[in-house]
C-alpha cells in the first residue's frame, strides 16, 4: 500500500484555445516533480503520432504547476475545423505524462487552407523511461487503482469456486453421495461470500470514480441479481424437511443458477453502455487499466484469493463432515 503512483496530469487550463494563437497553458500534474527537470521538461500538444506541436518556452512554478507557452499553428491538419489534443509532458525526473483529450483547437475565421509544417517540426521523441515499481497513473480513478488487487481477483475466484460448486451438484446428480451435496453448497457459500465483498467493494470504487456507490450501472444491476439468484440456492436448500429431496433439487436449481451467472457478469453488462470497463465491447485489462508493473501483482493476486477460497472452502467441508457424523450418533 505504501507504493507510490506514477506522476501524471491532473489538469490542462485554459481547455481551448484558436489557430495562430499564442496560449499559454498551466498544467496541473500530481505526484510531479517539475522543479528537479526545470531547463529539460517539453510539453507537445498532439493530435495522433504524426501531428504534434511542442511548447517554446516551459517553466516550472513548483513541483505541480507547469507554465507551457504554445504558439499554436495556423491550421488543423487533414482539414479540420475543430479538434481535441492530448498533452503529452515529459522531464528526466518524472519519465512521461499523458492526459488524453486536454486541449480543442478551433480554426479562426481568417486560417489558410494551406497545411502548416509546425504540426510535423517537432515529433514526439526520445521520452524519458520512468523505471521501478510504481502504479501506473489513471485519471478519475486515482489511488483507488490499489483495488484492483482486491476487487477484480475476488471475481476471478468467485468463478472458480462456483465452477467447483456446480461440478459437484452435477456428481451428485449422477451419484448422490452426501459428500458430493455437502461440496457443492460449501463452494456456493464461499462464493457467495466474495460476490458479496466483490459487491462492496466495487462500490467503494464506484464511489470514487464514479461520483457515487450505487448509480444502477447495468454492471452492477445484473451482479446484484447473480447473488440474488444464489442467495436463493441456500433458501430451497432449507425449505425441505427431507434432505436427500432437497439435496437433488438443489443440485439441479445450482447447476442452472451457474449457467445464468455468466450470462449476467460477462455477457449483458457488454450490451449495453456501461460505466464499468468491459462494456459495449470495450476491453478490459488493456492498457488503459493494467501496465507490466501491475500484472506482475495482479495476477499472482487472482491465483492468492482463488487458493484462498478453496482453502477456507475445505475447513467449511470438514466442519460439515464432522457437523453431519455428530447429528448421526444424536
Known amino acids: 500500500m505504501l507504493v507510490p503512483l506514477r506522476p501524471g496530469i491532473l489538469t490542462v487550463t485554459p481547455e481551448g484555445g484558436l489557430t495562430r494563437q499564442t496560449t499559454v497553458l498551466t498544467i496541473s500534474g500530481y505526484n510531479a516533480h517539475f522543479t528537479q527537470g526545470e531547463g529539460q521538461t517539453r510539453v507537445w500538444l498532439t493530435y495522433d503520432d504524426e501531428h504534434a506541436v511542442m511548447a517554446r518556452r516551459v517553466k ?11 504558439q499554436l499553428p495556423a491550421n488543423l491538419p487533414k482539414g479540420e475545423t475543430a479538434m481535441v489534443l492530448n498533452c503529452i509532458v515529459d522531464n528526466p525526473a518524472d519519465g512521461t505524462s499523458v492526459l488524453p483529450n486536454a486541449f480543442q483547437l478551433k480554426t479562426d475565421s481568417s486560417a489558410s487552407s494551406e497545411p502548416d509544417p509546425a504540426w510535423k517540426s517537432s515529433p514526439v521523441e526520445k521520452l524519458n523511461v520512468k523505471k521501478g515499481f510504481t502504479y501506473p497513473y489513471r485519471n478519475v480513478i486515482y489511488e483507488s487503482i490499489r483495488n484492483t488487487y482486491f476487487h477484480v481477483p475476488m471475481w476471478f475466484a468467485l468463478i472458480f469456486l462456483l465452477i467447483a460448486s456446480a ?33 462492496v467493494t466495487g462500490m467503494l470504487w464506484a464511489h470514487y470514480a464514479w461520483g457515487k456507490a450505487w448509480s444502477n450501472d447495468i454492471k ?16 430451497l436448500r432449507s425449505s425441505f424437511d427431507e434432505p436427500e429431496k432437497g439435496a437433488r433439487l438443489s443440485a439441479v436449481y445450482n447447476i442452472f443458477a451457474f449457467a445464468t451467472l455468466i450470462p449476467l457478469l460477462y455477457i449483458v453488462p457488454r450490451m449495453f453502455a456501461s460505466l464499468h470497463p468491459g462494456a459495449t465491447g470495450s476491453p478490459a ?39 453431519d457424523k455428530l447429528g448421526g450418533l444424536d
Open 220 to 235: 452492477q444491476i445484473t451482479t446484484a441479481v447473480a447473488l440474488l439468484i444464489y442467495l436463493a440456492y441456500f433458501i
Open 285 to 323: 485489462f488493456g492498457g488503459q487499466d493494467l501496465d507490466n508493473t501491475m500484472r506482475a501483482v495482479f495476477y499472482p493476486a487472482i491465483i492468492g484469493w482463488t487458493l484462498l477460497g478453496f482453502w477456507m472452502t475445505t475447513l467449511y467441508i470438514r466442519a460439515k463432515r464432522i457437523e
Open 167 to 199: 461440478w459437484n451438484s452435477l456428481k451428485y446428480l449422477r451419484n448422490p453421495l452426501p459428500e458430493y451435496d455437502r461440496r457443492a453448497s460449501s463452494y456456493a457459500e464461499t462464493g457467495l461470500l466474495y460476490g458479496f465483498l466483490g459487491l
Open 60 to 70: 516550472a512554478l513548483n513541483d505541480t504547476l507547469l507554465e507551457a507557452e504554445f
